[in-house]
């Protein structure tokens, strides 16, 4: 157990990513992805599994589709690849996936995911010791109002933003400052809690102290090996006092 007490001298805010953190959410994406495949009708029939979903998500749904076209490029016609991230998105190709992996999710959102083992414990904590909460993720935020409300999260909350809700996503830092704005925090003050090198970076470049959980998907890397000031193998292990 790696414990960590927070009061306000240590900070007076704390921003929580969703997927990977709070909720276990590959089993929608797994299932979303493959529901899209199976409508763009691709050489072969592809399918994704846990393992391979693993390592795209965490920067945004346009990331995460753009990521599994490339992944199967070899079923891919031709004329369709490109040679870079902004020429990809333009092609017919990726607007017909990404409309199809939109709907889908719509209609999957929380049916194959989890909420993680003391996530309810450590919001409570961290809640008793007065602390402003915020959720911070790059899903849309439709997707992410949508799932908390689901697994009854959404009550901790005092602002929620999404992967839309500002011009940059993770790692950029903005969204980080925004959400202190939101919250009317020191970045300094204000505890970044995530699953990945992506809130980590983010962290970093915004000011933000940043724990990080042992748990979640940091894109099939040791998650150890990144820069954080602590990790937890449970939010349980955060304990508030005021």
Same mark, same amino acid.
């Given at each position: 157990?790696?414990?960590?007490?927070?009061?306000?001298?240590?900070?007076?805010?704390?921003?929580?990513? &969703?997927?990977?953190?709070?909720?276990?959410?590959? *089993?929608?994406?797994?299932?979303?992805?493959?529901?899209?495949?199976?409508?763009?009708?691709?050489?072969?029939?592809?399918?994704l599994?846990?393992?391979?979903?693993?390592?795209?998500? !965490?920067? *945004?749904?346009?990331?995460?589709?753009?990521?599994?076209?490339?992944?199967?490029?070899?079923?891919?016609?031709?004329?369709q +690849?490109?040679?870079?991230?902004?020429?990809?998105?333009?092609? @017919?190709?990726?607007?017909?996936?990404?409309?199809?992996?939109?709907?889908?999710?719509?209609?999957?959102?929380?049916?194959?995911?989890?909420?993680?083992?003391?996530?309810?414990?450590?919001?409570?904590?961290?809640?008793?010791?007065?602390?402003?909460?915020?959720?911070?993720?790059?899903?849309?935020?439709?997707?992410?109002?949508?799932?908390?409300? &689901?697994? $009854?999260?959404? $009550?901790?909350?005092?602002?929620?933003? !999404?992967?839309?809700?500002?011009? +940059?996503?993770?790692?950029?830092?903005?969204?980080?400052?925004?959400?202190?704005e939101?919250?009317?925090?020191? @970045?300094?003050?204000? &505890?970044m809690l995530?699953?990945?090198?992506?809130?980590?970076?983010?962290?970093?470049?915004? !000011?933000? @102290?940043?724990?990080?959980?042992?748990?979640?998907?940091?894109?099939?890397?040791?998650?150890?090996?990144?820069?954080?000031?602590?990790?937890?193998?449970?939010?349980?292990?955060?304990? *508030?006092?005021?």
């Amino acid at each position: 157990m790696n414990s960590i007490t927070f009061d306000h001298t240590d900070c007076d805010a704390v921003i929580v990513d &969703l997927d990977g953190t709070m909720v276990d959410t590959m *089993g929608d994406f797994v299932a979303a992805l493959n529901l899209m495949l199976a409508d763009l009708k691709l050489p072969g029939k592809p399918q994704l599994d846990r393992a391979v979903v693993e390592r795209m998500v !965490g920067k *945004g749904s346009e990331h995460l589709i753009e990521s599994v076209l490339n992944h199967l490029l070899v079923a891919v016609p031709r004329p369709q +690849r490109a040679v870079n991230s902004e020429a990809f998105r333009a092609q @017919p190709l990726f607007d017909q996936a990404f409309a199809s992996y939109q709907k889908h999710y719509d209609a999957i959102n929380g049916q194959h995911s989890l909420v993680y083992p003391g996530v309810q414990q450590g919001l409570q904590n961290l809640q008793h010791a007065g602390l402003k909460l915020a959720c911070l993720t790059n899903k849309p935020l439709a997707f992410a109002r949508q799932l908390l409300k &689901l697994k $009854g999260l959404d $009550g901790f909350f005092a602002e929620v933003f !999404g992967g839309d809700s500002f011009e +940059r996503k993770k790692p950029d830092p903005l969204p980080l400052l925004k959400t202190c704005e939101a919250l009317r925090t020191s @970045p300094t003050r204000t &505890l970044m809690l995530g699953d990945s090198s992506n809130d980590a970076r983010a962290a970093r470049a915004a !000011g933000c @102290p940043v724990v990080l959980v042992t748990y979640g998907y940091n894109h099939g890397e040791p998650i150890r090996a990144v820069d954080a000031d602590g990790f937890v193998d449970s939010l349980a292990e955060l304990r *508030g006092q005021k």
